[in-house]
């Protein structure tokens, strides 16, 4: 792994762990998009996994998954990931905790489907907004593919994070469309939006939550738009069918 890889992963493993300045969220943008085939939400998911299935009101995890995972786990890592209250430490520390986390969330995103209670992606919305990140209802425009459609949209400036929420918004063709999220940055040039990210709606209804995988750092959003736009996503948006508009404020 090059010094490069090293200090992405540095950078994940941090902001998972305690949040990142915005500096550092700053080079973390530039490093992912020059790494994109990294995950970038790996270690939230890993995180929020094992932060909810430790919560008191869920059903523990079945001693033979854990087992399982724990023998498959680093050297060294078993008996730190076993030890009780699981509790990220900070910076230095965070290494081990980090890895024990990564090799649990696979049994636990695969074992939850049986159990009562919100997939991964919901419980690190859900944090987030406790952490003080405020939810921005969506409004819906005349395209016939938002009728009914609504949400709301969830940014953290600080560890530039955050979810989009959307129930009824009309499902997609993936091989043919996709759906598109722009957020507007007061200091930046408004005729070019931030890319938030390419994604589908399903079919079947429902609620959705989507993460925001913004290309750029984002110093002071202002409006967050939905657009539909070729599979695969656009560079520079024509803006000729906005589905959801969220403005901060």
């Given at each position: 792994?090059?010094p490069?890889?090293d200090?992405l ?21 530039q490093?992912l998009?020059?790494h994109?085939?990294v995950?970038a939400?790996a ?11 430790e ?7 079945p ?5 399982a995972v724990?023998?498959r ?5 078993s008996?730190l990931a076993?030890?009780r209250?699981?509790t990220p430490?900070r910076?230095?520390?965070a290494w ?8 649990l969330v696979?049994a636990i995103l ?11 992606v919901g419980?690190e919305?859900?944090?987030l ?5 405020r939810p921005i209802?969506?409004?819906a425009?005349e395209?016939?593919?938002?009728t009914?459609?609504k949400?709301?949209?969830v940014?953290d ?10 129930v009824?918004?009309?499902?997609n063709e993936?091989?043919?469309?996709q759906?598109?999220l722009?957020?507007?940055?007061r ?9 938030g990210g390419v994604?589908?709606i ?9 993460p ?5 750092p984002v110093?002071d959003?202002?409006l967050?738009?939905i ?23």
């Open positions: 792994m090059s490069e890889q200090r992963e540095e950078l994940l493993a941090q902001r998972a762990t305690e949040g990142l300045s915005a500096a550092d969220a700053a080079e973390l943008a490093l998009a020059r994109p085939n995950d939400q270690y939230e998911r890993a995180a929020a996994a094992i932060h909810v299935a919560l008191g009101r869920h059903e523990p995890m001693a033979h998954v854990r087992d724990l023998a786990a680093p050297r060294g890592v008996r076993a030890a209250p699981v430490p910076r230095a520390g081990p905790w980090l890895a024990a986390a990564a090799a696979v695969g074992w939850w489907p049986h159990q009562q209670g919100p997939p991964a419980a919305r859900a944090a907004v406790a952490a003080g990140a209802d969506w409004k425009t395209d016939p593919a938002a009914g459609a949400g709301d949209v940014w400036p600080r560890t530039q994070r955050g979810f989009m929420r959307i009824g918004l009309a499902a993936p091989t043919r469309l759906y598109q722009w957020i507007f940055d200091l930046r040039d408004q005729r070019y939006p931030v890319d994604f589908d399903p079919a079947g209804g429902g609620e959705v939550i989507v925001i995988r913004a290309r750029l110093g959003a202002t967050f738009a657009t539909v736009e070729a599979a695969g996503g656009v560079v520079v948006s024509s803006r000729e069918r906005i589905v959801l508009l969220a403005q901060t404020g």
